[in-house]
């Protein structure tokens, strides 16, 4: 203690190493201050598994590889600097043996740290397995020996003799097992409130009211907490919030946007059909092989009547919502682009694997071959892709919309038109096409007398021509005969040939290989009876159903690995889009396969029934309190001895504000502001009459802004929402200083803090005491403490003025109390 | 207002680590750097290897400049004007402007630039070997500022950062001055899979696309140079006490946590917030140069000149204060495919004084040495007429761009193209050649400076790129 009190007065981060040394014969505080940075910094980009490379077959990223060493022996002996390879290598002491190569020596006292790490026994923490395989591995043969294209095995549940009354469920013995393997325990549960809180959150992406709050510790009080939380846990699944929550973790995943993105960023007023699809989708739980039917070959589901036909040919919205070029030199480059694109976006959603990577060569690190790439493309390519711009400068690459069945009184912001003008509007199209065929003739005529052609028939005039075709073809694409609006989606159909795709050398059209390869799938997936493609199918629907097929090692995995990140904060893989061999090992790899197993087969798909078997969980139950012990041994929490704390994300934090201030509106918009405004470049939407500058100006729910690529609402883009054009699983979180911006200064919570204000003052009347103690109530579900009231006190003795109150509630919102989940 | 106090941060370090955690604190942070989520923040992380610039201006110079009449003296095409070229419809169309040779030595700049060649010709590295993919703006465009024109990637300034980090913690690190909202917008200075921080701000409204602006007689998207940098309801006073107790409060969550990184980041957010409210705008207040200093660049003379060169007068104030890259869009189109002469010279006019201002603004504060400034359009134009029309065509084969300062040699051509300045023959430059140079000027290897995005390292120059070790003083 004494001398922690010494050095207050020393600059802090001086401070803080002469702390890390203080400890330093305290297990492995040394290596992760000292040697794992110097590690990462300096060797892991030749010798690790995550950067694919173990140059001299030596691996420096677990304990294991370290102690075996490559080629040259073992790379670190405990107790024995001078017979360290490691220690000899980056002192420079032999000549061939220099590391890091082709740098400059590391410092003295990083050396020395080094001989000081291995003369006290080289404690290594990194004592998880990343798996055996110290190589790539990119053949079949091997391929299908990584763990993630095994098939998942039924494991033996575990079973603890010492904390026997702890578990709750299966999971909660996989955790417990591996906790108590190194000597950890489970923390205790957490408080009623913060459970609530937490549930609250997860499930729905709001707050509970207090209200909500005092029923259910009311009920916890009465009948337990088990039954008190079963019973939330139902009506928060039931609830429509459920859905505008998990569909928003999808719309992540399915790299939705309402905009072409790219070079020529035109928006797409009919994705948002898309989005309420998906969160309906996971309000009626439909199970999720049928879910990825619908999006990858809904057009070719059967449906019973016209409604289903239209939420059918919605769902392969999912397909079409990529970024596209629509400036690309070629129509044929672009419809290879829009294919690569679908192929990338399906394969890492539902397999965490990046076929992709196998457009220009075999794939580098996994087991995908060009030939599988382009069993692919074949695929993709005969189907046809509907995504709905109209042609016009800075877009060549207009597209169709699907026609759904008008019956149904979906809403349509195309205006009608005259039946007039669209006769008229037919009657211009032949009238142009009559003009440049004359043109064009004469045009010729002149090329045969050697006279120039261009007065005739320019590029340009070809070019105007082809705008002005687009632009009417456009116009009466959206109509029906009689000039009533169509009801339009994006989506995706069986193209107009089917036919397999040879492959490219380089991936470039330029140069095709002479053989054709078969639609299909990767190879390295073995499935006992995999689907076949007919000859007259494109192979989308086998496509799913080679997915959801109970022998699939990946589909299920992924999934469940994905419903767990979001619970528990961090993926059983941490790398959520990628379960190959550059991706991370799973935390509890058995746990994982057990999850996948009960989500086919107990679940039958139901990613509700899976969400409501975890948070029941006791595990999920943890309090996430720091405990010292624990977090010396395990300090990311990757064998959960608490809950992880997290940060709200980008909507929950809008939502919480709005929900507190009493402003939220819980119903869902029509359309989207996107929807309403048109089809239109961009870069003009600042000038569109309807949209306001923070692209906000709502208090509908988060989930329902519009989502243009490259031009987010200011709250999305500053917290961190999914980059749109890419798969996301897990999102960033930040932390700097224009997020507090938005506290202080946005018209956002300028307004929402002006309706808390009101609203407290017609909750609390007008005493100051009674009014922020309320406010207080009303942001964190509870009473402030002394020291809360003191400092509240204190900023209305400051601040007396008539706005004060509104400051207060301002202030409340902008802590990142608020915004932190416990 | 600059030394506000900083009494509760600092008090919420001292109390994390009173409370013994202070250490715990830096074990977990040293983990978190180990895994591939580290670099989460703008501190300064040392190069590669001792850098010659420290930070860049890159003026972009937005449609594709016409290298054969401005830096690419082509005596052949000259003599070969109206000559058809290569047997085809098209007809050679010789420069109109006059090069002459300036500085010590010798450099070859047409009358088009004349404060710039009066005055920096010594100080210029001239690459007349440009080449590009694609002759086709939005995909020349994407291509020179983020290397693909296929994919979304992060920019040259997002990498850049993401390498070096910034020095001002008040300021974002990365800043492009009314950035084209076309041509690929955001993705222009956007971070892509790199975390958030390392994008650009985008300070002043977006550049509208030049068919809307023609029609429109609108230049600029409407609103504030720099969004939530002010509230006009709120007072500073009532501010601070607003953050001492937003600060007291998470200070309250902190002891009772120990450890929250989360926390204790925001209470810092929110101090640095507080303090960038002054010096963003102090910064972005170009009235209060000397009156010489605003004449030197220009400001005050009429129009795009004006804009201009109040852009450039900023990019110096935004670099001094420590941001390390900072874009200029001119803003002025160098498409010139019809009355190429009128449009080049008032092009030029525009951005000629505030360029060569620049320079000298910083020369005369010692900043040139450390500051690489890079003028570059995404590709070049045809030695030969558009139709029978008095422009020029796209040119990708064969293009030049400059840079200056920041360890480039002055007075300095490398390259060339074809005698008709149509193709890059020798010492051909392509964009990632030209990307990999500007990070080795900054101290970055481009083959080291990557990043892991669902399971592959990238980087800015993919599989390519060679330093242009030539250029180097």
Known sequence: ?822 | MMNAPFIPSRRTLLKSISSGFGYLAYASLAAEESSKAGRKNLSVRSPHFPARAKQVIFLCMKGGPSHVDTFDYKPELQKRNGEPWRGGPARLLSSAQEFKQHGESGLHISSLFPHLAKNHADDLCVINSMHTDLPNHPQAYAQLHTGSFQFVRPSLGAWSLYGLGSSNQNLPGFVTLNPPSDMGGANNYGSAFLPAIYQGAKIGGGQLPALFSALSGKTEEPGPPMKNIDNPHVSRKTQRAQIDLIAGLDQRKLEHDHYHPEIEGSIQSFELAYRMQDEIPDVLDIQSEPESIQKLYGVGRSGDGDRFAKQCLLARRLVESGVRFVEVTAPTSWDHHSLLNQNLAKSSEVTDQPIAALLTDLKNRGMLKDTLVVWSGEFGRTPYAQGLGDGRDHNNKGYSMWMAGGGVKGGYAHGSTDDFGYKAIDKPVHIHDLHATILHLLGLDHERLTYNYAGREFRLTDVYGNVVTDIVA
Not at chain 1, 216 to 233: C, N, Q, Y
Not at chain 1, 364 to 381: H, L, N, Q, T
Not at chain 1, 633 to 649: C, G, I, Q, V
């Open chain 1, 1 to 822: 203690m004494k001398l922690r009190r010494t050095i207050f007065f020393v600059f802090p981060v001086l401070l803080i190493t002469d702390l890390s040394l203080a400890v330093e014969s305290t297990d492995t505080a040394f290596f992760e201050s000292k040697i794992r940075p110097v590690l990462v910094e300096n060797c892991y980009k030749c010798h690790s598994v995550e950067s694919g490379k173990s140059k001299g077959g030596l691996l420096l990223d677990t304990q294991a590889g370290t102690l075996q060493g490559g080629d040259n022996g073992p790379a670190v002996v405990p107790g024995k600097p001078d017979e360290s390879l490691l220690v000899a290598a980056i002192s420079h002491a032999q000549p061939d043996l220099e590391m890091p190569p082709k740098k400059a020596r590391l410092p003295d006292g990083v050396i020395a740290d080094f001989k000081r790490w291995i003369e006290s026994g080289a404690a290594d923490p990194r004592t998880e397995s990343t798996g055996s395989l110290s190589h790539a591995p990119t053949d079949l043969e091997s391929g299908r020996k990584f763990w993630a294209f095994q098939k998942p095995q039924p494991p033996p549940v575990p079973k603890s003799d010492k904390n026997a009354p702890w578990p709750k469920s299966d999971t909660d013995q996989f955790i417990l097992a591996s906790l108590e393997k190194k000597d950890l325990t489970p923390s205790p549960d957490a408080a009623p409130a913060v459970l609530l809180r937490r549930l609250h959150f997860d499930l729905t992406g709001l707050p509970p009211s207090q209200e909500e709050q005092s029923a259910f510790l009311k009920r916890v009080d009465e009948s337990g907490i088990d039954a008190a939380l079963a019973e939330r846990t139902d009506q928060l699944l039931a609830s429509k919030s459920f859905g505008e929550r998990w569909g928003r973790h999808w719309l992540d995943v399915a790299r939705f946007a309402e905009s072409s993105g790219k070079e020529s960023n035109f928006t797409f007023p009919e994705a948002w059909r898309y989005r309420d699809y998906v969160i309906d989708a996971f309000n009626r739980d439909i199970p999720f092989d049928q879910f990825i039917a619908e999006q990858l070959a809904g057009d070719l589901l059967p449906a019973k009547d016209d409604a289903e036909r239209a939420r059918l040919l919605i769902a392969t919205g999912y397909l079409a919502i990529g970024p596209i070029s629509l400036n690309a030199m070629s129509k044929e480059q672009s419809l290879a682009d829009v294919a690569d694109e679908q192929i990338n976006a399906s394969t890492q959603a539902f397999m965490a694997t990046t076929v992709a990577c196998a457009r220009c060569h075999d794939h580098k690190f996994d087991p995908v071959s060009m030939e599988d790439y382009y069993a692919m493309v074949g695929i993709f390519r005969s189907s046809k892709t509907y995504y709905g711009t109209a042609v016009g400068p800075d877009n060549q690459l207009g597209g169709d919309l699907i026609h759904l069945p008008d019956s149904l009184d979906l809403p349509v912001f195309y205006k009608a038109i005259k039946p007039e003008k669209v006769a008229e509007l037919k009657q211009e199209k032949i009238d142009l096409i009559e003009k440049e065929n004359e043109a064009r003739k004469k045009a010729e005529q002149a090329v045969k007398e050697g006279k120039d052609p261009s007065e005739f028939f320019s590029l340009q005039m070809a070019i105007a021509g082809l705008w002005r075709k687009g632009a009417i073809d456009g116009q009466l694409s959206l109509v029906g005969e009689e000039g009533n609006p169509n009801t339009m989606c994006m989506g995706v159909t069986e193209g107009e040939e089917i036919k397999n795709s040879p492959v490219y050398e380089r991936g470039e059209l330029a140069t095709p290989l002479e053989s054709e390869v078969p639609r299909g799938f990767p190879e390295v997936v073995q499935l006992s009876d995999p689907p076949e493609i007919p000859d007259d199918e494109s192979g989308r629907l086998q496509y799913a159903e080679w997915l959801t097929h109970p022998d699939h090692p990946l589909t299920a995995r992924v999934l469940a690995n994905r419903v767990w990140k979001h619970l528990f904060r961090t993926g059983i893989v941490r790398t959520t889009d990628n379960f190959g061999f550059n991706g991370e090992r799973p935390s509890h790899p058995d746990l994982l396969d057990h999850l996948a197993l009960q989500l086919v087969t107990e679940h039958k798909w139901s990613v509700k029934g899976l969400i409501r078997e975890l948070v029941l969980s006791r595990s999920y139950r943890q309090s996430s309190d720091f405990r010292e012990s624990a977090f010396l041994k395990d300090p990311e929490n990757r064998l959960l001895w608490r809950m992880s704390k997290r940060r709200l994300d980008a909507e929950e934090i809008r939502d919480a504000i709005l929900f507190v201030s009493g402003d939220i509106n819980l119903t869902r918009p029509v359309a989207s502001i996107i929807g309403r405004t048109g089809d239109r470049n961009a870069a003009l939407l600042p000038f569109a009459k309807n949209i306001p500058a923070d692209l906000d100006g709502s208090v509908h729910r988060s989930v329902y802004l519009p989502v243009v690529r490259d031009r987010l609402p200011d709250v999305l883009e500053l917290f961190d929402f999914a980059e749109s054009s890419l798969v996301t699983g897990d999102r960033e979180t930040t932390n700097v200083p224009m997020q507090a911006l938005y506290f202080m200064n946005s018209d956002f919570v300028e307004e929402r803090s002006t309706s808390f204000a009101q609203r407290v003052k017609s909750d609390a009347g007008s005493e100051r005491e009674a009014q922020f103690k309320a406010a207080f109530q009303r942001c964190f579900n509870r009473r402030p403490d002394s020291e809360e009231i003191v400092l509240a006190t204190e900023f209305f003795s400051n601040e007396p003025g008539p706005d004060s109150l509104k400051r207060y509630c301002q202030a409340l919102l902008s802590t990142a109390t608020f915004r932190n989940l416990d």
